[in-house]
Nanobody
Framework: EVQLVESGGGLAQPGGSLRLSCAAS????????MSWVRQAPGKGLEWVSS????????YYADSVKSRFTISTDNAKNTLYLQMNSLEPEDTAVFYC???????????WGRGTQVTVSS
């Protein structure tokens, strides 16, 4: 059974940091494309970042470039998102997604809430 379980969300102040984790099981994590996707209140899904686990190539939305860093630990089958310089506009439910190169969003976690507020 495929499982993606996010953790690490919470409340942060503007300018603060959070680190999200996504524990994966049930598929070949080390050869997958892993992504973070978020949904702000009242808005649709927004792609945030992706990483090719086998090559560590990374990609970012312009809105988070230079503030967020995506990474993986293939030994632990875990995806991370280090979020720095958080802004109120980053408030959203963050989802972990994974799959193959042709179908990178086959699997989804249940999401973790990130709230940025003073």
């Amino acid at each position: 059974e495929v499982q993606l379980v996010e953790s690490g969300g919470g409340l942060a102040q503007p300018g603060g940091s959070l680190r999200l984790s996504c524990a994966a099981s049930g598929f070949t994590f080390s050869s997958s494309v892993m992504s973070w996707v978020r949904q702000a209140p009242g808005k649709g899904l927004e792609w945030v970042s992706s990483i090719y686990s086998h090559s560590s190539n990374t990609y970012y939305a312009d809105s988070v470039k230079s503030r967020f860093t995506i990474s993986t630990d293939n030994a632990k089958n875990t995806l991370y998102l280090q979020m720095n310089s958080l802004e109120p506009e980053d408030t959203a439910v963050f989802y972990c997604a994974g799959g193959g190169c042709a179908t990178p969003y086959d699997y989804w976690g249940r999401g973790t809430q990130v709230t940025v507020s003073s």
